[in-house]
Structure formats: C-alpha cells, structure tokens
C-alpha cells in the first residue's frame, strides 16, 4: 500500500477512548506523517458561524455550560499524545493541532490544504463533514462507513461511566487512564455529574 506524506484525522475526542485508536492508527498506516486535528477546541468554535448569533438554532447538548465541554484542548492534546506514544507510534511522526471544522475557512491555518483527511462515517455528521472538507479542496479518503450500532463507545457514555464512579478504564487507552487520573480529571467530572 502506497502512504501519503501527510494524512489528518480529526475529531473531538472529548475522551479518547478504543474506538478513536482504531482510526487514529489506521490513519497513522496510511501516511508517513499524521497530523491530528482537535474539533471543537473551545466552545466558541463549536458552531457554525451562521449558527452562533441565533441561540434557537444552536444545538442544547452544544450550550457551552454543557459539560460535553469537560476537557480542555490541551488535556485532550496529552491524552492522544500519550496514547499514540504508548502504541508505538513515532513522536516525531505525528502533530496534534486544532481543526475548527465549524469555521471552515480557518482550516487553512492550522493543517496543510495538500494533505489527504481520513475520515469515517457513522451518520450523516460525517457525510457533512466529509462534504465540508471536499468544498475547500481538500483530498478526502473515507476509511470505513459503518452504523451508529457498530461503534465501539461514545465519549458521552465514558464520561457518564466516570461521573458514575462506574468501571470505565477498559474502554480508553491506558495513556488516557494516567492522565485522567493524574490530573484529577475523573474528579472534576464527578463534580459537574
């Protein structure tokens, strides 16, 4: 199989769990260099600009006091650099950015326009997401279609586990494990629950 030079995955990964690994390294097998980019880096990227000054239009699980916005920026950051490290994965062979993908014509600023973005699809956010990325020129290349009943977890779902003090660290990475509890974030959730 052929690699690209430089591949971009994407998502919001408001917890990295299993189901995020298997695409970031089926992403990492389809190019020489992997850049990451972090959807929804803080609430006020998290809408489409033509949705920001209508508050009916807004989705109400997107409200910025939801507690989908859990983890900072730089806490997803470390929780997918020390998953990747803990796989194997090159440190110099990868970068974690922020992918605005609600202001799409910012994207330029954060990710090389010549690179291939891989994507996957389990409803129609990611037929849209794909159709976005196609606008702007960029290559796109879909790894797997599959239903919303085939997907490994929701970040929503592990959250709810550790809001819980329910049994959730089979579902991450252990990388994810080390910096939830390192930082006291199981504890903020548990808080917010």
Not at 99 to 117: E, G
Request: charged share 30%; with cysteine.
């Amino acid at each position: 199989m052929d690699r690209y030079p430089v591949g971009i995955a994407n998502g919001r990964f408001q917890i990295l769990h299993m189901g995020h690994m298997e695409y970031l390294l089926a992403c990492k097998e389809r190019c020489e260099h992997l850049i990451i980019g972090i959807t929804d880096p803080d609430p006020t990227r998290s809408f489409f600009e033509t949705d920001i000054e209508r508050e009916d239009s807004r989705d109400p699980f997107r409200a910025v006091s939801y507690p989908y916005y859990t983890f900072t920026f730089y806490e997803r950051a470390l929780m997918i650099k020390e998953s990747l490290l803990e796989a194997g994965v090159d440190r110099k062979s990868f970068e974690i950015v922020p992918f605005p993908i609600h202001f799409p014509k910012l994207l330029k600023y954060y990710i090389p326009m010549d690179a291939v973005v891989f994507v996957t699809i389990y409803d129609d956010w990611g037929y849209k997401k794909a159709d976005i990325l196609k606008s702007l020129g960029l290559q796109v290349e879909i790894l797997w279609v599959r239903d919303m009943s085939e997907r490994f977890t929701t970040g929503t779902e592990v959250r709810e586990l550790i809001a819980n003090s329910s049994k959730w660290e089979h579902f991450v990475p252990h990388g994810v494990v080390r910096v939830i509890k390192g930082l006291g974030l199981d504890e903020k959730l548990k808080k917010l629950n």
